[in-house]
């Protein structure tokens, strides 16, 4: 089923935030219906760097390629602000729809971006946004290629004046309105209330971030259509680190740490080598020697 017929379903469609082919099989397996590739986890993983727009275009295209080769679920993708002017966003969106992607956010920030629930963002004027939706639409080769269409502008103009934007941002075609970080349930009602019945509405949930925190079924019950989880999975993983090389060090073993792990034969089970061993062998000449 397509991210499209996911949204009309009238079902929250909750895309857990991945960062790579590993994570973003984990997250099929565990029997998620989307995912979302988050630009910040990537600057998390990659770079071990904060989310603030040191990660170009062409990085996030290769790690999106590669998730794509490996699963089959829709992925959402998060291109900042289109790495540039509204030329630029026409060749992230084919560049990104080429390597996989069913939608591409893209948000109202200058350059360089920053962490939506970082203090400090800057904005580009509402028309220049709408210039990139629009060069966005122009770009996509495929109509199912959803443009996702995000706002900033609540930390920096206040609340009014993003849903102003967010608005503008509907008008231009946008298929998605995210308006992010807002500071409050009431705020979260408002801004379905301003969309509801018009545009599908995409919820972010941040750990220690602006946002009250609410679960799918709330989500849902508000009126939203997606919720991301964008950093959740790297915070957890950076947690569990921290345990694993204290353990580490003190221990100079990890069989102090064995219960909390996969072992060889775990991880081989879990990322299939075994059938892909077998795969190989059928191709292998040996199968296909012609006997007299």
Known sequence: MTLSARIGSNRLVVAPGIYDALSALVAEQAGFEALYLSGASIAYTRFGRPDIGLVSMSEVVETLAAIHERVELPII???????????????????????GASAIQLEDQTMPKRCGHLAGKTLIPPAEMVGKIKAAQDARRNQGTLIIARTDAIAVEGFGPALERAERYAEAGADIIFVEAPRSIEEMQRVVAAFRGRKPLLANMVEGGMTPLRDARALEEMGFSIAIFPG?????????????????????????????????????ALIGTREMLASGESYDASHHERRP
């Open 232 to 268: 959740g999975l790297v915070r957890a993983v950076a947690r569990h680190m921290l345990d694993y090389f204290a353990s580490l060090r003190r221990h100079g073993s990890n069989q102090p740490f064995r219960e909390r792990m996969l072992d060889f034969d775990g991880l081989n």
């Open 77 to 99: 993708a998060d291109a900042d602000n289109g790495f540039g002017n509204a030329l630029n966003v026409m060749r992230t969106v084919r560049r990104f729809e080429q390597a």
